[in-house]
């Protein structure tokens, strides 16, 4: 499975409605993203907690320092430029809503990643909700290509109590301590390590556990070989045309 990471990130700007649509034209099984909420409770699709890296925020608003997300409302984030940082035939992409995401993303899979969500109190409830309330992001849930994925552990275990039918992927910086997976596997449907991280010997344990895994960031032929040979579920990458292409040829 070939997950485009923020969208084809390594073609395009980041999380941005156009980094969407290249996904899809290079062949990505699945879309990948990152979730934030806005001052007035939007939620939308952002990396960073600040704008600063990704947008002219600087510009924009001079006097709104340090520029977190959350201090800004839907309107004056949707007035930024989210695109002439990555080149100028991007200028003019916006930061898009959850629900617009959606909408690009279409009929492939969706991979919805809460970054920093102690950040954002509360919104665990929000998008669950979203999850329902939303036609595309409810159609994609109950056929089976919707998941949320977050690093923070305890949080992952409160959204899977509030939306029990949600497929859920732990985002693991470090090396993964079997045992530890092993309680988790009860309530978790898949372990999304760095590729650096992990060996074939616990992608074999990890598919033991009943568990599916993803692997980032594989931007190269050699890592990509390697997560290949190792079994893995699927690789997170930035170049899914890449990847495709690399998948296709004969070995």
């Known amino acids: 499975m070939v997950v485009a990471h923020r969208g084809s990130a390594g073609s395009a700007p980041e999380n941005t409605l156009g980094a969407v649509r290249l996904a899809r034209e290079h062949g990505a099984d699945v ?14 699709v952002l990396h960073d907690e ?29 007035r930024l430029d989210a695109g002439s940082w990555f080149g100028p035939g991007w200028a003019g992409e916006r930061v898009p809503t959850l629900r617009e995401w959606t909408e690009a993303v279409g ?11 102690h950040l954002h109190r509360g919104i665990e ?4 909700a979203e999850l329902q309330a939303v036609p595309a992001l409810a ?13 923070d552990r305890a949080w992952l275990r409160a959204f899977h109590d509030l939306a029990p039918d949600v497929p859920l992927a732990l985002v693991h910086h470090g090396v993964p301590d079997v045992d530890v997976l092993a309680a988790d ?8 390590p760095a590729l650096g991280n992990i060996s074939r010997e616990l992608v074999d344990e990890v ?14 032929a050699d890592d990509l070989e390697r997560a ?21 040829a004969p070995r």
């Open 185 to 192: 596997a009860a309530w978790l449907d898949a372990l999304n």
């Open 50 to 78: 600040s704008l600063t890296r990704t947008t002219d925020v600087r510009q924009v608003y001079p006097d709104r320092a340090p520029w977190w997300v959350g201090a800004f409302s839907l309107e004056e984030v949707q």
């Open 139 to 151: 159609q994609a849930l109950a056929a089976g290509r919707l998941a949320v994925q977050s690093s």
């Open 207 to 220: 598919h033991r556990l009943g568990l599916a895994t993803h692997v980032w960031t594989v931007n190269d």
């Open 125 to 128: 409830h929000q998008l669950a």
């Open 228 to 248: 290949r040979a190792w079994g893995v579920d699927g690789v997170i990458t930035d170049h899914p045309h890449r990847a495709r292409t690399l998948l296709a």
């Open 31 to 44: 879309v990948e993203t990152d979730v934030k909420r806005t001052r007035d409770g939007v939620l939308v």
């Open 107 to 117: 009929d492939a899979g969706m991979l919805v990643e809460a970054k920093d969500p």
